[in-house]
């Protein structure tokens, strides 16, 4: 009886920690949102005489002056929300059928190349981006195709980092009975594939996937050498746009972009962070 | 799983929708800022141009003219002048159309890819800016340039005529052939913005002659000015916010350039920043702020520091686009009386400099097209030299081009002849002191190396300042950094 | 179970690589052939003509930057500013990921936690920077200001000014930033454990502390290698606060390996060249400290891995067979 009651004691003073780093940590990470939207609703001058206050003379009035001098540049945010979106739903989802279907390749087949092929995954997820970019843009420039979206989407079918991660995955988790029972079954390889394995890949594919969503989101430096067209711009490019007039830098309306920027991330993050909240369980695939 | 793809891909479907729909979207948001000009844009006083303007807002292109120009910029600041040309001369927009190509310089990323198309030839107009222009004028990039004289402007007798700020033309002329290959709309020459009570406080009165007596204005020298610290830090104010507001003024008064001959040159007056700082530092006439953070512009507010009771700086320098764009807005006030509004004055600085611009540039490739080089001569010709009524210069003086506040300009007939009161100098007009700045401004020292040097440059002047360590340390921790990021050695 | 795959399902091994290798020749090895010629070649300037591979002294470019005390610092800067960083963001994610996956106390509302902590991640590095720099603003600032109310500072830190401030600050942002990240990786790996294995351990009496060292932290030493791996990749690579926060500050104290390369290939003159050099010397360095640590952390892990995981399904299957 002793023993069992100071565990009691020991687990609620543990608890009490637990809440109180949580609580902290809660706020030191929601903070900056706040002061980003409270931003978006103060003029530029509040902003540059305090930049991290709730204060302001009027939200609505700001709100709206903010919002006429991000939408009255020559750009169109509408248009550069949907580039967006395009570009990164395409890549997230190139990212993460491909990068499944070739760290399945590396787990569950003997090939003869297959170390070699593993290594060079290895390999290219450490080249820096800094500097391949401008070969990048180089090429993209020769053949014509800067300027087009798709050349930031399709890339993304060879994501070293993804399939590595999805690799380590696979072999934390997936047991090849699974897939022999399938194929004695008489299920083809790649129907076994999209059928069994990639489903059993939920948890990992939901973190995949928003951080792959989160990094093309936020991506600046490609599709700014990339994209020089207005009507091609991403948001990202927008909001930066806002910021590279030095004598006149609109800081309230750059908030604002940049809380715009954020929002359908907030969303989609939220909407697929169910997976992980949640906790799918593996139950049965090991064993 | 299928969720989740399910989703991303009804997203996916409603982008491209969204996509198709893009089109008409936008005419009918076009339509209704059509619909409120007085609305949109406040400022606005060019009424008539609103239509025009309206239609092409949205669009990559302005004019439907079959003749393409090619503008390259880094803001939107020299396409939304075409734009406005064209609503103001709606033949122009018939015979052109400009394909506008804009490129933030956030991380450097204007230059690369504006000299890739250069290389191309796919570039006819473009826009520089100071920390950079010189590399297109008299640097590497200098070849790409067309003359504009051959452009078919009577260059010099408009810039006589114009009465254009002879830095710009400095600045814009290259040097291999002696022509004027870019001009400035803008003019940045710098002046002393102060604040009247203060004056009146410690130097017995606030006049402009008072003050300019007290600094010693356009003495080119700093002996005066250090002795009204003095007297201004008894009464506990420090002159300056930071010592980055004296910068400018030694940067550009310096007698020689960074970079002479491919080495590096520390001319004495640039050496010599360094005892400045360390004095402001240690003495107290600053408030050791940096630019552009909440504790320089509190010192526009005339507030102290959160947390401290420090007293407010006593003035500024710089060029009007930091009255306007900056202080103004800063002064914690919209009226004569409210805040620091109405209590600046402006007058001459010990020493001249001028901060920042843009100048506007065609291409060989542009002006051998005999089709495109009537059209950049008279778009450029409007923008930079026009000086009358008419002209660009004389709507951005008078603070009448939509969305931007009064502004000192290239052209000093133009000022001459525009309205530069402010209420925020209660109402004193501004030119009077900015005409003489913009002369005594002085473009001869600049390099396109000027913006990596000077921060490398003030990096060290402040690990000096604070006492981090010794100037023979800081000196040579410069010039290995210089070494190291330009490869310019000394 | 090795011996159950089939020689002949060999081929698939290739099919299914194939749209990786298509993309990746495309969309990768050109600019990393590019840039690695580069290095070799005197590509400098805004139009440079002229342009050769230095077949007198191949290596010019890359003696140059070994030379150059300033990449020396920029890397020791990216290596301490990683591990000022990485050290406490692994400790706070293993430690977090022990509260919230501990099946006895389970923390009331993790998943809200959960959620918050990979917050930061999402805004883009711009705004950290902008928002962090006001936060440690001097002479006034939220930071300063509270510390000379309490009487802790007279005039308050200038938080750029000293090599090791400004290292502590770029680091402490990235914690921020990452060790939400980091715990959701963690998360997903204890996630992927048999509950088996625990209920096991549950009935052989382990506590939590045990529970946690030695069934969940063998269990996600994959998942650990990987994070401890893609850390250290970007962590080399760490660019966007330093350069945007730390880059002209501090007396090179938060100037890191990619902030030299940017500074080479973008500065006025573009040296392409030892840009290029940079980045292949830096690439080096990177694929020898991976390397190292694949090595010695995962032959031997695996094979351990295996074994527990084989032993405990057959304690925990002959226990439910009682």
Known sequence: MAKTQSLHKESIGLKIIIYVVCVILAIASVLPFIIMFSNSMRSTFEIQQSSISFFTKDPIGNLAKNWKVFNGKSFDPATGFINSLIVST??????????????????????????????????????????????????????????????????????????????????????????????????????????????????????QCIFTFVGSWNNLFVPQILLTKKEKFTLPIEVSLLNSDIYQTEYGSIYLGLSLTVIPLIVIYILLSRYIVEGVALGGVKS | ??????????????????????????????????????????????????????????????????????????????????????????????????????????????????????????????????????????????????????????????????????????????????????????????????????????????????????????????????????????????????????????????????????????????????????????????????????????????????????????????????????????????????GTFGDWRVCKSPVGFFWGGTWVLASKAGADNADKKAGLAEIINWITLDASDKGLQYMWANGTFPGKSKDSVASEKVMNSADGKLDFLNGQNMFDAFIPANKNADGKCLTEYDESINSLFREQVKQYATGQKSIDDAVKQFKADVSDKLHIDS | MRNKKLVSYGKFGYIFSIPFILAFLVFSLYPIVYTLVIGFTNLEGLNPKDVHILWDNPFKNFAWVLKSKLFKKSFTNTVVIWIMNFIPQMGLALLLTAWFTDRRSKVKGQGLFKILFYMPNIITAATVAILFGQI???????????????????????????????????????????????????????????????????????????????????????????????????????????????????????????????????????????????????????????????????????????????????????????
């Open chain 3, 136 to 322: 440690f603003g001097f002479p006034s600032g939220p930071v300063n200001a509270t510390l000379i109310k309490l009487g802790l500072s007279k005039e308050g830190f200038d938080f750029q000014l000293k090599p090791m401030r400004i290292k502590a600050v770029v680091a402490f942002i990235q914690f921020w930033q990452w060790y939400g990240y980091t715990m959701v990786m963690l998360i997903s790996g204890v996630i992927g454990i048999n509950p088996e294995i625990f209920e096991a351990a549950d009935l052989d009496g382990a506590n939590r502390v045990q529970t946690f060292f030695l069934i969940t932290l063998p269990c996600i030493r994959t998942i650990m290698l990987y994070v401890l791996v893609t850390s250290l990749i970007g962590g080399l690579n760490m660019f966007d606060i330093p350069s945007l926060y730390a880059m002209n500050h501090g007396d090179n104290g938060g100037y890191t390996l990619n902030c030299f390369i940017k500074d080479q290939a973008f500065g006025p003159d573009n040296f392409y060249d030892t840009a290029a050099a940079a980045s292949v010397l830096m690439f080096l360095v990177i694929v020898a400290l991976s390397l190292v640590l694949f090595f010695i952390m995962r032959d031997k892990d695996e094979a351990k891995l295996k074994k527990l995981k084989k032993q405990q399904l057959k304690m925990a299957r002959s226990r439910k067979a009682y």
């Open chain 2, 1 to 338: 799983m299928k969720k989740v793809i399910a989703s991303l891909l009804t997203v996916a479907m409603i982008a491209a929708m969204a996509g198709c729909n893009k089109a008409p979207a936008q005419s009918s948001g076009a339509t209704s800022s059509e619909a409120k000009p007085g609305e949109s844009k406040p400022a606005e006083t060019a009424a008539p141009a609103e239509t025009t303007t309206a239609e092409t807002t949205g669009k990559d292109t302005f004019g439907e003219g079959p003749v393409h120009i090619n503008l390259w910029s880094f803001t939107t600041e020299v396409p939304d002048m075409v734009k406005q040309y064209i609503s103001m001369n709606p033949d122009f927009g018939k015979k052109y159309t400009f394909d506008v190509t804009i490129v933030a310089t956030t991380n450097g990323n204007y230059q690369p890819v504006l000299d890739q198309a250069l290389k191309n030839g796919e570039v006819d107009m473009y826009a520089a800016e100071s920390a950079f222009v010189k590399k297109y004028t008299q640097g590497k990039g200098a070849e790409f340039a067309a003359a504009y004289k051959d452009l078919g402007i009577d260059v010099d007798k408009a810039i006589k005529d114009a009465q254009i700020a002879q830095y710009t033309v400095d600045i814009g002329t290259r040097p291999s052939d002696n022509a004027v290959v870019a001009l400035g709309y803008q003019a940045t020459g710098g002046a002393m913005i102060y604040r009247a009570s203060i004056a009146k406080e410690v130097f017995g009165g606030d006049d402009v002659a008072t003050v300019e007596k007290a600094v010693g204005a356009g003495s080119g020298s700093y002996d005066t000015f250090w002795k009204a610290a003095e007297k201004l830090a008894e009464k506990g104010y420090p002159i300056v916010s930071g010592d980055g507001d004296i910068w400018h003024m030694v940067e550009n008064a310096s007698s020689s350039a960074w970079v002479v001959d491919g080495k590096l040159n520390i001319a004495p007056e640039r050496q010599a920043f360094f005892d400045m700082s360390k004095t402001l530092y240690e003495k107290g006439w600053s408030n050791k702020t940096a630019d552009w953070t909440p504790a320089w512009y509190a010192d526009m507010k005339g507030a102290s520091q959160e947390g401290k009771d420090n007293k407010p700086a006593f003035c500024f320098f710089g060029p009007a686009w930091l009255i306007n764009y900056v202080m103004v807005g800063n002064a914690g006030g919209e009226k004569i009386g409210e």
């Open chain 1, 90 to 207: 395409g890549t997230t989802i190139l990212a993460v059928y491909f990068s499944c279907l070739t760290a399945y390749a590396l787990y569950a087949y003997e090939w003869k190349l297959r170390d070699a092929f593993f290594g060079l995954i290895v390999g290219i997820m450490m080249i820096p981006g800094t500097v391949t970019a401008i070969g990048f843009y180089q090429a993209a420039y020769k053949v014509g195709m800067t300027n087009k979206l798709s050349m930031l989407i399709l890339p993304a079918i060879a994501s070293p980092n993804m399939v590595f991660f999805m690799r380590q995955y696979l072999q934390a988790s997936l047991s090849m009975e699974i897939v022999d029972s399938a194929r004695i079954d008489g299920a083809g390889e790649f129907m076994t594939f999209n059928r069994i394995v990639f489903p059993l890949m939920k948890p990992a594919i939901a973190t």
